[in-house]
Each structure stands twice: as C-alpha cells, then as structure tokens.
C-alpha cells in the first residue's frame, strides 16, 4: 500500500500558543498529529495559518482527536454529518464542506463564526484544504462497498494462502523430522553392523590368541614335568643312597663286636635318566615368529567375506574365449574354439562366467585387468539370454562396470552412467549382498567405492565377464580370477 507521510512544520516556523506533536498511522498513512490550542491565535498566526506546511498540519489536526478511533468521523462535516464535500478549513482550524459553511454563512453581513468553536472572523474567509480533500476521497474510496468487498476477498485470500503456506511449512518439518528419524534409524542399523564385523575380528583375534596362550602353556607344562619328573628321580635316588649309607654304617659299626659274614641288605639304586634337555631355541621359535602377519593369514581365511576363490566356467564361455587349464585366466582369441555344445553357452556376446553362483549372502572376488584397454564385469544373473546380442543392463539381468578406450569408465545402467575414475585401477573388486541386493565395484588396489548398485539381483546369479574383442595388434591380456594367498599377499 502507498504510505503517504504528512510533511513536518519546519522548527523555524513561529508557532503560538500551545501545541504538541506525534506522528500516528491511519490506514496505513503515517501522519503527523499537530494539536494547537486555536484560541491562542494572533495575527501573525494567521499569516501561518495560510503556508502550505501549517495546512499539513492542519490537515493532519483534522483527524487529531482520536487517531485511532474512525477516521471517517473526524472527516465527517459538524454540520451536515456526512463526509466533507470540498472541504475547507476556516483560520480556527476547523473543517467543512464548502457548500454547508456558504450555505451556513449566507445572508450574514459584516462578521462570522465558525460554527464549531464560535470564533468570530471579520470576514468569511476560508482555505481550500486539497490534503483533507484528498483524505476524503481517499476514505470514501475506501469505505465503498465494492472496496470492502474487494478487500474482505483479498483478505480471504491471503488468509488462506498464508493457511495453505502454513501447512506446507509444517508437512516440511514433518518430513525433515521424519529424514532425521530415518538417519538416526539408518545411522543406528550400519552403527551395529560396523560394530557386528568388527566384533567378528576381535573374537577371531581374541579366538587366535587364546589358541596360541594355551599352546604356550601346555608346552611350557610338558617342558616343566619333564624336568619335574627328572627332579624327583633325583630326589628317590638320594634317600635311597642315604639309606644304604647309614646301612653300611650301622653294619661298620657292628663289626667291633660281631663277625661281620656279609655285607648288609642294600635297597637297589634307582637308575638316574639323563637329565631332560630345555632347549630354549626349539621353545621359543614358534612365538619368536612374525606372529601378527601368521595371525594376519589365518584371519584372512575366516574374513565374512573374503575374496572368493572363483574359476571360469568354460561351458558358459564364447567360443573366441580361451580359458587357462587351472581356468582362471580367459582372453579372446581370434580363433573360434570347437566347444561342446552346451545351453549355458554365450553365442552372441564375447561372455563367459565363474563356475559359482550366488543366491544368498555375501560374497567379494578380484578380478584382475592389468591394462586392458576394453571389459565388462560384474554379475549376471542364471537366467540372462546367451544366445541374444544384449545391451547388459540391471533390466537384462547384468549389473557391470565396464572400461571403453583404456580411461572411459562407466557403470552398466541404461543408458551408461560415465564413472570420474582418477587411476586406471588393474584389479577390480566386486562385492555382491544379494540379501540387501547390493553389487558395488572397488579399486582392489586401494578399496576405493567406484560404483555401486542398490537395485541389484534377485534369484541366482554368477560372476561376469567379458573380455571384449579388443586392438589385435597387441597379444591381449587375459582377466584373471585372483585367489588367495595372491589377493592377500600382492599389491
Ligand atoms: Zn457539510
Ligand atoms: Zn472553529
């Protein structure tokens, strides 16, 4: 709305009698409220009463009384009790409409009143006020029916909008109040699963330890009892010497009195076994060890899950495939190679899959690329077409990563989703959760995430491959199935 501010009487202005000021708002409209005590009016007075900044203010006096009572009232005319028509404003300050103080004034000679204040003026004298008949207008514009009804729309209106703005705001924080359950929910759940799978290594570091302790122990037992035993025997041995000894005393003693014929009864000597070696070398070795790296390995094994030990299935393999005779290595070959004819077989696409399949829980492999500059991995299911030419994607039942051109990286979605990988990795690690349907790719060289997918397989699915027909120029290099202890060891 347009605010209209009355202009200040400057302070320089002379100014009778008393006055006070302050501004106040009428719809909308900040006005300077200005009350002067009329009666104290001079003649000099007069002279100001005509500047337009004294008609300001008087216009502002006008509705002075009550401001924030009805504006309408206070430009209602005392004489006609409706609303100014051209209202004018004689020297006291007091407004009408110009036709009822003309018709009030008429047929008088000589001096007027005001019919208000009785204030007598010599002549009848009166200013149009334009800033009054401004106000008029404005307050019968704004108190037509049409406006109000206008206005009570309007209102309506922004009432419900705001209603409407509100219950938007207020289903916004309940849904951020529901996102922040859902991350204390989801924050808690992985919070215990990280904890679950490092409980399993500490109670297999813990298992381990227990395990070698006791070995220590009981071979510190049979080192100690073997020397026990020999201490022992060597204490039999010197009571039984001791016994002889006074024997043989007694029978030396008696022979001053009595033929001595034999000698006396002697108990047999026990025979002393060598004395047990400890041989502090033999004892030590198998704790003087590398232990943390033999633990290492023996943990490696139990790892949940660790890197599975895969072999290519040559039934499943294209026939330009050639698979290595431990089947863990398989390149493309110019050469058709005669196979058995077999229904797992790839005929279209240059595929082939490991020999295990995976239905439930969770399983991680390494693959082994090199530099490659072309392939395709990552898990099919047991129903995919071989005998189409497919564009592998999760809705044909593959979930891959694949390498293009030596450094164009993407995941196998439909379309390709271009992957920003920094290094060219050589070996890939592919983790499969078929119970959260998981299939997620990382740099084996340093476990970084490339690419994961969260709509992945159900049912059955095998490792996938595809070596690709790449620049024959070259010898290819084949894909490698790495197991372990090579996945543990290298790199
Ligand atoms: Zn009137
Ligand atoms: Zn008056």
Redesign the pocket.
Known sequence: MRSTRVRRVPKQQPRQGSESRRDFEVFGHTFLQVTYNTFAFTSSVWTHFWQPSTMAAAAAAVVAKSPKGSLREDLT?A????L??EPVMLACMHH??K??ISRYWRGTQGPVTCPQCRKEFSSKQFQTNYLVTAMVEKVRATTSDTYIKNLEKQLKETLESHRQKKEDVINSIRRDKDKMDTIKRFGADLEARVKGEFRALYQMLHDEETCVLEQLRREQEEELEKVQRHLEAMEMAVRELEDNMRALQQASGATENVMLTELPQLRSCVLVDVAPEFDTNAFSNKYLAPLQYITWRKMFKSLEPGPSPLTFDVDTAHPNIQVSRDKTAAVECDVMIPHTDHNKRFLQCVNILAAQGFQSGRHYWEVEVGSKPKWDLGVASEAVDRQARIKLSPETGYWTLRLRNGSEYSAGTQPWTRLQIGSSPQRLGVFLDCDERRVSFYNAGDMSLLYSFTNGPRGKVFPFFSPCISDRSQKPPPIKLLHYPHVALSG
């Open positions: 005319c004489i006609c009790c409706d100014f028509r009408f409409c036709p009822c």
